[in-house]
């Protein structure tokens, strides 16, 4: 697939890691549709980027409102070959902290928006999909997942998080099993620490601390490298089935 002929659905799509891909895309030829709860900033990258990208109010977690969100898609656009799957909350809570449990309800919150937000999307976006006309390689699109390094290498206080990432993972290669028949491909992307709004309340001091601990390039990832790779995989046919680790060669300390 050629980042020019590609029509994306990206979630999480008005901010951090989502809207980096979308402009990605967007300045290489291609459209987009931003599915994101944040209406202000989702309708403000609207008006900057044109024609070419719409944005939908989105629960990922709910059927009709991604099931919307696909049919506008696909009013707008004819159809959709990408979805690139950026939505997600995170969550610092210990197993037990000062004698009291986790709250229970919290744990489920991060499993549903992370895990079975993504798998929504991803479900009822390949159901249209797999109709798609096949390019000359036999291919009708890619989903492209976000986990986190977290689901390897979890820290104090990410029980939820990193249960909810490492499900990204593991169903990543299923899922491409699933629909290898219908030349759809999936792939995973596993970020480190990157500049993303979760970093945005901490001191730049902070900053530059949490990115000297990257081997190299020895600073936080930004979201327009993200963006680069997500192009990378929608324009090698051969990456399929595979998580990514984007990191800079992190391996997380417990704390």
């Known amino acids: 697939m050629n980042i020019s002929e590609t029509i994306a659905l990206v979630t999480g799509g008005a901010s951090g890691l989502g809207e980096a891909t979308v402009r990605n895309i967007i300045e290489n030829g291609g459209k987009a549709a931003i599915l994101d709860l944040a209406e202000e900033n989702g309708k403000r990258l609207v008006e900057e980027l044109g024609e070419n990208v719409i944005y939908v109010k989105t629960n990922v977690t709910d059927e009709a409102s991604v099931q919307n969100a696909l049919n506008e898609t696909v009013q707008k656009f004819g159809s959709y070959n990408a979805v690139v799957n950026c939505a997600g909350i995170g969550l610092a809570q210990k197993t037990v902290s000062r004698n009291k449990a986790h709250d229970l309800q919290d744990f489920v919150k991060v499993i549903n928006i992370n895990l079975i ?41 990410q029980a939820a998080y990193s249960a909810s990432k490492g499900g990204i993972v593991g169903m990543t290669l299923p899922i491409a099993r699933d629909l290898a028949k219908s030349g759809i491909r999936v792939v995973t992307i596993a970020p480190g620490l990157f500049e993303t709004p979760l970093f945005n309340t901490l001191s730049e001091e902070a900053r530059v601390a949490l990115g000297k601990q990257v081997p190299f390039p020895s600073r936080l990832g930004v ?33």
């Open 117 to 157: 937000g993504t798998f929504n999307v991803i479900r009822l976006a390949a159901e249209q999909m797999v109709v798609n006309e096949p390019n000359d390689q036999g291919e009708r699109g890619v989903i492209i997942n976000t986990a986190s390094v977290a689901a390897f290498d979890g820290q104090i206080g």
């Open 223 to 255: 979201p327009a490298e993200y963006g680069q790779l997500a192009q990378a995989i929608i324009e090698n046919p051969m990456l399929n089935g595979e998580t990514i680790r984007l990191d800079g060669a992190i391996r997380m300390q417990p704390k």
